[in-house]
T-cell receptor, first 114, second 115 residues
Framework: KQEVTQIPAALSVPEGENLVLNCSFT??????LQWFRQDPGKGLTSLLL?????REQTSGRLNASLDKSSGRSTLYIAASQPGDSATYLC?????????????FGKGTLLTVNP | SAVISQKPSRDICQRGTSLTIQCQVD?????MFWYRQQPGQSLTLIAT?????????ESGFVIDKFPISRPNLTFSTLTVSNMSPEDSSIYLC????????????FGPGTRLTVL
């Protein structure tokens, strides 16, 4: 069974701190690994997408890594800001027969305190 | 990137009634998806909706409970039928642009509470 797990479930940090969010997946036959941000009432926003052949992707203060062999991905946020407070979801894209299907983790609720 | 709107944004419904959620996209897309996010849980795919064909449902979801329409390339509806408190969730639609392995874009979600 394809499962995605995120640790920790919640994280609270002071502003300016660097932090790492963790994601693990049970089936290494992924096509890509995606990180999303979820804000209440605003749906999901795609942050970074790492193809299975890649090791990492960077966007501004965000860096995501992928290790298929160990079934792990990390999202590194540098110099955190209160505006980074949100739930962060990782999702693994698998082939589901005729379609591709995203399998999501439960998310990490991040609070950045001013 | 696609801009997606959903109606209603939230609703409180009585047990045994039905609610239809609308999803509108600002551009034509081939694939549309409906997800459910129960409290404290991850997003779970309900079904994939292709224009002009029957929706494809995931294990544990059936058409009688979650009928879906996809009349054109920019619009879809999901109906939650004969609701019970266990149906209280956030329902999200998403779309795929470009290749199947590209990122999906999500609507803002519909927060449903069933009393």
């Amino acid at each position: 069974k394809q499962e995605v797990t995120q640790i920790p479930a919640a994280l609270s940090v002071p502003e300016g701190e660097n932090l790492v969010l963790n994601c693990s997946f049970t089936d290494s036959a992924i096509y890509n690994l995606q990180w999303f941000r979820q804000d209440p009432g605003k749906g999901l926003t795609s942050l970074l997408l790492i193809q299975s052949s890649q090791r990492e992707q960077t966007s501004g203060r965000l860096n995501a890594s992928l290790d298929k062999s160990s079934g792990r991905s990390t999202l590194y946020i540098a110099a955190s800001q209160p505006g980074d407070s949100a739930t962060y979801l990782c999702a693994a894209l698998y082939s589901g027969g005729s379609n591709y299907k995203l399998t999501f983790g439960k998310g990490t609720l991040l609070t950045v305190n001013p | 990137s696609a801009v997606i709107s959903q109606k209603p944004s939230r609703d409180i419904c009585q047990r045994g009634t039905s609610l239809t959620i609308q999803c509108q996209v600002d551009s034509q897309v081939t694939m549309m998806f409906w997800y459910r996010q129960q409290p404290g849980q991850s997003l779970t795919l309900i079904a994939t909706a292709n224009q002009g064909s029957e929706a494809t449902y995931e294990s544990g979801f059936v058409i009688d409970k979650f009928p879906i329409s996809r009349p054109n390339l920019t619009f879809s509806t999901l109906t939650v039928s004969n609701m019970s408190p266990e149906d209280s969730s956030i329902y999200l639609c998403s779309v795929e642009q470009g290749w199947s392995t590209d990122t999906q874009y999500f609507g803002p979600g519909t927060r449903l509470t069933v009393l």
